[in-house]
Every structure is written in C-alpha cells, then in structure tokens.
C-alpha cells in the first residue's frame, strides 16, 4: 500500500493526482489548487479549516465521481497537478539562472519551530512562521534546501479562555494521519533512523517527512516503542516543559538532526541555524571531521565557513544559556564523541562575560559560524553592540554581523480577491515580475473604488468568520452568553477597525491602549466614529505576567461601557492569522523599542492594502515611508516613562490623523486619502518585504559562499 492510498482512501482514476496535490503543502500558495480543493466540498472545506487531507477522508465519494465528470472542475484540476508539478521539477528558477554553475549540494535549514500551515501546529509564533515562509520562498525561487525540525506529535498547545478570563492550556488531539506527513522508514523499514546518546541512554530518533513545493522539512521524533517513557515525551510538545526539557529536545534537534540527514543519505553542503535552538548541529559536524582525523581548528574552520546563523533575539534574557551540570547532563560524560576534551567542548560555547561553565547556544553558533546575522537594520546593529565580547578591541561597527531584514512569503499572505485586482490591472503572469521594484509602483494605478470594494469584502468575510467560530464554541465549549458579546459578534463592518495580533510577550504591550480607560472609552464609542478593536493571541504557558494581560483585555470585552466594540478571538493561529491581516483596517504594532527584532505580521497586513501604526522599532524603521501608515516616535528613558510617552503618541496618532482620514468621504463615500495610504502599504511591502527578496539575499550573501565553503578573509572571534 502506498502511502497516498493510506491516507485518502478513495479517489476516482481521473483524479488520482489529487493525493499528489493534498500531500504537498504547495496548494496552499496555488491559486487554481486552492480553487479546486474548496470546490470539492465548501462547507467541508471550511469545517476542516482547509485542510485537504482531512476533508478528503471525509468526503462522499459520491461527491468525487461527480467532480471527475465536470468539466470546471477538471480544468481547475488538471491546472492544479501541472503547477504542482512544475513547483517541483521546473529547470528555469531564479537560483538556477542566476548560479548555473553552482553544483548539487544542498543547504540544510534547521530550526526549532515550523509553521507552514495550521494544520500542523509545530509552531508558536513569528520564528516558526518565518521558517515556514522562508522554505516555501526556497521552493518558489529553486533554493535546494531542506528543512529539519522537530514533530511535536502533540503539538502546541491550544487555547482556552475561563469564565474569568484566564488563558487555560489543553491538548487537542493530534492526528498524523490527517496531516500531509509521511514517516520515513529505513530499507529494512525500521522507523529509527538514527541513534544519539545523552543523559545515561542511548535515544532512538525518527523522522517525518513533509513536503513544500519543492523543500522537503525532516521532522525529528523520538516518540518510538524502543525508547525510554521520558524520552517519548521529549518530542510531543513545543516549549513544553522546563529548561532542562528544553535542552534535551535541542539536543535531538542538533545531533539528531545531522545524524538522520547523514542516514537518509541528503547531500548537504551548508547548514543554516535558525535561531541558537538549533546550534548543536554545529558540533555534531565538528565531531564528524574530528572522527575523519581532522585536527580540531582545521574542523572548526571547515565547520565556520558553511555555516550560517541567524539570530532573533534582541535582548540577552532571550538567549538559551545552560548550565555546566545540564550540558554535563547531556553530553554523559562523553566529551570524547565529539573529538575533544571537556574544556575545548565547554570553550565552543562559553560567554566572556558569564560564569565559565555557562553554555550559550548563541556564543557557540557565532563561533561556529561565518555568516552571522540579525533580521532588521535595527536589530543587525544591536546584534553587533551585543557581541563586543567576542571581538574585544574590536569597534562593534567592524564586527562581522550582518543583517537581512524579515519578510512574508506574498502568496501565501496576499489575499486571493487583492491578486485578483492585480491580474485584471497588470495581466495574468504578473507574479513573474514582482522581482523588479518597478513593478509596484503599479498599485498606484489600482481603481479607489474597486480595491475599497475588495477591503470591504474582506472585512465582512472576517466579521462572518468571527460570529461562525462564536456559534461553534458557543456550543461545543457551552460558553456563557456573555462571551458571545467578548468574541466580536457585535463587531459592525462600518466601524474603523483596529487589528492587533501576537503572542501575549509583555514588551509586546498588548494593554498599552488601557492605561487610560476613560480616553479609550472616548476612543471607542464616539457616536460619529466609533473605533474597534480585535485582539487575539496566546500567552506562553509559563509566562503569568503575560496572562495577566491577556485577562484584563478579556475582561474588557465584556465591559458595556466599551458597546461590544473590543474582542478577543481565541485560539490564534495561521488561520485566524490569515483572517485578521486581511480583514481589519488598522495593523497596530506596539513593541517596546527596541525589543522588536523584526515583526512580521505588519507586512502580512500591508500587503493587503492594511496599512500599520507602529513604533518605531524592527522592520518598520525601514518600512515606513510616511505614505503607508503611522509611526510614533521613538521613546527613550526607564520602560514606565517610554510606556508613558508612547501612550500619549498613540492616542495623538489615532484621534487626529487616523481616524479623521479613515471617516472622510467624498460624493461617492469613499475614503480616498485613506485608500491612497492602503495603496502605498501594498507597493511598499510588495516591493521589500517579502520572503521571496529575503531568501534572495540569504542565496547570494551567504548560501552560495557557504556552499563553497569560503574560508578567505574569515574573521572568527578572537575569544
Ligand atoms: C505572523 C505571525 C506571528 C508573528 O507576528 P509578529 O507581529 O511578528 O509578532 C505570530 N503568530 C502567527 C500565527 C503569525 O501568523
């Protein structure tokens, strides 16, 4: 039995390929697979939360003979497996025109958290959908890469609001067999791939496969029948436990990872750490050249010059340090695995300014690799300040720290009714121009009346979806009547509505606007021109602090002297992600500079004529123009006086420029200064901040001399 036939278990001989296109995430990002997967069945679509698999196990089969004889739907269908099939095979990408000469191998891209689509729920936030963006730009442009992960096999958590108002963490059930993945078995079908040792046993590793366009992800589990009850555990949730929990899944993650690459047989030639989580990779393939009979500066140096790494994290606290017991923990004893002593093992990851039997994952990555960078200018200068340590004597401007900003993958952001626009203005084939900053300057020339009739749409689709998914809880999770009102079903589709979004991080500041209740009430329920707001997000598990504010916030959706017009909607994910940045008219960004790497969801909105209020902080500070949105100016002095200031910004910014320009109208009711700002929102994001400009910088600055594995000028720490 093959595994497509395991997982759908019926479809007729003239749609055979339609397992092919459900197995392969790519129809996400394919307008004419996505057209023919909700023909099949629109309301399983939707019930299912489009997730084909799913609804092909469920569908009639009566259903599917039928859509065999329908010539519409054939012609979508046909459409469909001939994308699919030039997404895998194509010969003419950019990566192959662009370096022809390059040769086969490939970069190996790992990273904690994917989050390429909701149906698979191995991710928490923007890193993971970052990664999934970045792979499904690879696939787009040809970049040979292959992804490595971890399978949570029960996921990340999903959210749960008490009648106070208190996030509770539960488990839905997970269920493989409804996700495009495949176990990988060896020749003789053994499901353990490979084997590491760490904490007194030896840990038997599997692996998954899922396929995006072209990019194949390896998804690591330990959860085998061989292994230890503990060491089951070890791969079934994201940020699931403890530090030490934590170590433990990065070690498989880094280890594992190289070893099930090394087994399946994939020929790497460059490794790319997406954040420090992944940094053990790094030693494992130092031990490698060690255990060929390479001396260890010689290994280091091979190691450093086809490595990349890309940190995130802003702040120090953010970083992965563990202590010299749990690094003992790990590694058993067993130094001499990886070719060297204790003390040389120790020193890869040590920090100058910390205790000396500290590990860093960021300080191990830096010296293990050449090409260094963070996601934002602002955030590559920071990096750079923050790392003097290494370079001492050394100006942190000379430091060799880059920086490539974050963007989104635009097919899969950009709603289909705003591509559909762009079709009709710039010609079918469009997408194949979008690589020439020129060709934004198109948006211009977009009709005011039709892309507000879009907007509009959009936003009534979203405001349908709430009160959908608020009659479904209503009655599955028996909520009481008054959280119908907190979930947004009085939300009105004529009133400016404000979109904010993210995980419940404190520097985030999801309750900067409720310092003053009385300002925002004024805010809120003017009778002219009331303002909404929509919030959703989940606060890590451990963070109390975070809770707090997603409960305060809670309960002032259900406070009547705010009308309805704030709510929370629960559970957010890619889907409701998708929902929310296509469908409100203000993306509100209220980092505490600089604290904010990059941010992402911002260009998901723009790109859908949403345009951004923002600190000044992450991608914004090279994202905005003064045409495609709002800034507020940057705070400086202890957080309680930057809070302070940007709360008096933000309401400034919202009573005298925002909202005027969103209620002005001329004869025909449109608001047309505001939708020349929606207009500069999509060139501006189009033309920058996209997944598909980033991995063409990654291609060009680092994968192709990592590739080669260039070791002139090389410019390693010197401590
Ligand atoms: C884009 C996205 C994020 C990241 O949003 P930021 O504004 O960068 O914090 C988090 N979660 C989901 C589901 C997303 O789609």
């Avoid at 739907?73 to 459409?79: I, R």
């Avoid at 010969?91 to 689509?117: K, L, N, V």
């Avoid at 590491?196 to 390896?218: M, P």
């Avoid at 205790?355 to 090409?371: G, K, N, Q, S, Y």
Wanted: charged fraction near 25%.
């Amino acid at each position: 039995m093959t595994f497509a036939e395991g997982k759908i278990p019926f479809l007729p001989e003239r749609l055979a390929g339609l397992a092919d296109v459900a197995l392969n995430l790519s129809w996400r990002w394919n307008r004419s697979a996505r057209a023919m997967l909700k023909a099949i069945d629109p309301a399983l679509w939707s019930l299912t939360r489009h997730n084909p698999v799913e609804m092909l196990r469920s569908v009639d089969p009566a259903r599917l003979v039928e859509c065999a004889s329908d010539p519409r739907f054939l012609a979508l269908y046909d459409e469909a497996v001939a994308s699919l099939d030039s997404a895998r095979e194509a010969q003419d990408t950019w990566y192959q025109q662009t370096f022809p000469d390059i040769g086969s191998g490939r970069i190996a891209y790992f990273c904690a958290e994917f989050g390429m689509h909701n149906s698979i729920p191995i991710y928490s936030g923007g890193l993971g959908v970052l990664a999934g963006d970045h792979c499904k730009s690879a696939s787009d442009l040809g970049v040979p890469l292959v992804g490595v992960g971890l399978l949570y096999t029960k996921g990340y958590f999903d959210q749960k609001i008490s009648l106070e108002g208190w996030q509770e963490d539960s488990d839905e059930p997970f269920d493989p067999s409804i996700m495009p993945l495949t176990r990988l078995s060896t020749p003789e079908g053994s499901p353990v791939i490979a084997t590491i040792h760490g904490w007194g046993r030896e840990i038997q590793v599997g692996a998954w496969r899922l396929r995006a366009g072209r990019v194949d992800l390896i998804l690591l589990d330990t959860d085998l029948p061989g292994n230890d009850d503990q060491d089951r555990e070890l791969t079934r949730k994201l940020y699931g436990g403890g530090q030490e929990y934590r170590l433990r899944q990065e070690w498989i993650l880094g280890i594992g990872g190289v070893r099930v690459l090394r087994s399946l047989g994939v020929e790497v030639s460059a490794f790319h750490a997406n954040e420090g989580h992944a940094a053990f990779m790094l030693v494992e393939r130092v031990a490698e050249l060690i255990r060929e009979g390479w001396n260890h500066d010689d290994a280091v140096a091979e190691v450093r010059s086809r490595s990349v790494f890309t940190t995130h994290t802003p702040v120090p606290a953010g970083h992965d340090v563990f202590s010299g017991r749990q690094i003992e923990d790990v590694v058993d004893g067993r130094w001499q695995d990886f070719g060297m002593d204790e003390e040389a093992f120790r020193a890869l990851g040590r920090h100058p300014d910390l205790e000396p039997d500290r590990f860093h994952m960021t300080a191990l990555a830096i010296r293990l690799c050449r090409w260094v960078n963070g996601v934002s200018r602002i955030h590559g200068e920071l990096t750079r300040t923050s790392w003097t340590a290494l370079w001492p004597d050394r100006e942190p401007s000379t430091l060799p720290i880059g920086h490539i900003t974050n963007g989104v993958h635009l097919p899969t952001w950009m709603s289909r009714r705003v591509m559909t626009m762009l079709d009709e203005l710039c010609g079918a084939g469009w997408e194949r121009r979008i690589d020439d900053p020129e060709f934004w300057n198109c948006v211009a020339e977009l009709d005011d009346d039709a892309l507000w009739g879009v907007h509009m749409k959009l936003k009534y689709e979203l405001l349908s979806f709430v009160r959908e998914q608020s009659r479904q809880r209503w009655r599955t999770h028996q909520w009481d009547a008054s959280h119908l009102v907190g979930s947004g079903t009085l939300l009105n589709p004529h009133t400016l509505t404000i979109g904010f979004a993210r995980r419940f991080a404190t520097y985030k500041r999801a309750n900067l606007l409720f310092r003053d209740i009385a300002r925002l009430e004024r805010l809120l329920t003017n009778e002219q021109y009331p303002v909404q707001l929509v919030f959703a997000g989940k606060a890590h598990p451990a963070d109390d602090q975070a809770k707090g504010i997603l409960q305060q916030i809670f309960h002032s959706t259900r406070d009547p002297k705010f009308e309805g017009r704030v709510a929370f909607i629960e559970d957010y994910d890619l889907h409701v992600a998708h929902r929310l940045v296509q469908g409100v008219d203000l993306w509100l960004n209220l980092p505490r500079a600089p604290l904010e790497a990059s941010g992402t969801s911002g260009m998901k909105a723009a790109m859908n004529g949403v345009p951004q209020l923002s600190t000044f902080d992450g991608w914004w500070a090279e994202g905005y123009t003064g045409a495609n949105g709002w800034t507020l100016p940057l705070a400086k002095g202890e957080d309680a006086e930057v809070d302070a200031a940007d709360h008096e910004a933000v309401f400034n910014v919202l009573e005298r420029e925002v909202v005027p320009r969103y209620y002005r109208r001329d004869d025909e009711d449109l608001p047309r200064e505001w939708i020349a700002t929606m207009k500069a929102a999509i060139r501006e994001s189009g033309r920058f901040f996209t997944t598909r400009r980033m991995v063409q910088d990654y291609a060009r600055d680092y994968y192709l001399p990592a590739l080669r594995g260039d070791k002139a000028g090389d410019d390693p720490p010197q401590r």
